[in-house]
């Protein structure tokens, strides 16, 4: 989805422009409240593109425990219940911070920091996650 369909389908009082970083970019995102509850922490949508090509949607940042899996699994979860249920492709650090990262069901878990092994984030092996390691953020990709 491009950005300028975004603010098309989205009201302007929900949505608020922001920056994320990937890596040495800065590239621009909005933060996106709930109209049913404004006090939620908002859903961060992560733009890709350049000024030249326009900027399209690519991820999303869900940090409210509200929104969940089928399967139940969301923020708050233990990290163990979506190895199990939902695959684990690789560990790799994100925008978002260090996340297991499913490519079959196009999510990774971003994990709580201080919960993980004191080593830097490259070292670490998803079997090194301990299975109740809470679920601080949920990333959805294509």
């Given at each position: 989805m491009r950005a300028d369909?975004?603010?098309?389908?989205?009201?302007?009082?929900?949505l608020r422009a922001t920056t994320y970083q990937d890596g040495t970019k800065t590239l621009p995102a909005y933060e996106m409240r709930d109209?049913?509850?404004?006090?939620a922490p908002p859903?961060?949508?992560?733009?890709?593109?350049d000024s030249a090509t326009g900027f399209r949607l690519r991820r999303i940042r869900i940090y409210d425990p509200q929104y969940r899996t089928a399967e139940g699994i969301g923020v708050g979860s233990p990290f163990g219940a979506a190895r199990q249920n939902l695959g684990l492709t690789?560990?790799?650090?994100t925008p978002a911070g260090f996340a297991a990262v499913s490519?079959?069901?196009?999510m990774a878990w971003v994990i709580d920091p201080n919960s993980l092994p004191?080593?830097?984030?490259?070292?670490?092996?998803?079997?090194e996650i301990p299975p109740a390691a809470r679920i601080t953020g949920?990333?959805?990709?294509?």
């Open positions: 369909r975004i603010t098309a389908l989205v009201p302007a009082h929900l109209a049913q509850r404004p006090d859903t961060i949508l992560h733009l890709i593109g690789k560990v790799r650090n490519g079959e069901v196009q004191a080593k830097h984030p490259e070292e670490i092996s998803s079997a949920v990333l959805l990709y294509q």
